[in-house]
């Protein structure tokens, strides 16, 4: 298997690593449509700022659709789904460059299409049981997002307690959203259940794990699990 090279992107307060050869067009895309997305919020402002779904404008660009249609499926405010929504814009981009494969990961919420077998770790915090977890996938497994939020940890808005929430789903912005939803959800170990029940009723989400404190939770359908190596 051929030894992946990742690249580093950063784009306001976002930092993408990128694997794929057309980076250019994947950098590229990331700029336009941030800077569509940011044009569309002065005219909206509530698009940017609401937690609940939103009514878009007539002249709503593709990328704010998209984000809108998942938060309306999952029920959170539309900026909830951006970090997926441009995960998925930028590989798309570099696969219509001609690039054989592509792996966004967006500060945790990752889309790719892999041309050779990828695996995924899952990371919850130090000394977490979910560390040594990763997604072992298959070329056929993908295109995939694989999407996570957390209460604990990065520098997003969590109404919750939850040390990881990770969703799988064939679109980003689905995903990104509800991770957001799943990791809102958990404060302690009892709503661990509820969440994994809710989330997976999402249609469209494929599967979820859910991690609080020493409780792993898993539903749906997910990718194959395995240990990652100490």
Not at 4 to 12: E, G, I, L
């Amino acid at each position: 298997m051929t030894k992946r090279t990742y690249q580093t992107f950063t784009y306001r307060e976002a930092v993408f690593r990128i694997c794929c050869e057309a980076f250019d067009a994947v950098a590229c895309e990331i700029v336009r449509q941030r800077q569509i997305l940011e044009d569309y919020i002065r005219r909206h402002p509530s698009f940017g700022a609401s937690f609940d779904p939103v009514e878009l404008l007539p002249e709503a660009p593709e990328v704010a659709r998209r984000m809108a249609q998942a938060a309306r499926a999952v029920g959170v405010g539309p900026m909830a789904a951006v970090a997926g929504a441009m995960a998925q814009w930028a590989a798309e981009a570099g696969l219509k460059a001609g690039a054989a494969e592509a792996i966004v990961d967006n500060g945790g919420d990752i889309y790719l299409q892999a041309a050779e077998p990828v695996v995924v770790g899952l990371h919850a915090g130090m000394g977490k049981p979910a560390n040594r977890l990763a997604f072992s996938l298959q070329p056929t497994d993908t295109p995939v997002a694989i999407c996570s939020s957390s209460g604990r940890m990065g520098h997003s808005t969590s109404l919750g307690q939850c040390d990881l929430a990770t969703v799988v789903a064939r679109d980003a912005a689905l995903a990104d959203a509800a991770a957001t939803l799943a990791a809102n959800l958990v404060r302690t170990v009892e709503d661990v259940d509820a969440a994994l029940e809710r989330i997976v009723a999402i249609d469209g989400i494929d599967g979820l794990v859910v991690v609080k404190d020493d409780r792993v939770g898993l539903a749906g359908c997910l990718p194959s699990l395995v240990k990652m190596p100490l």
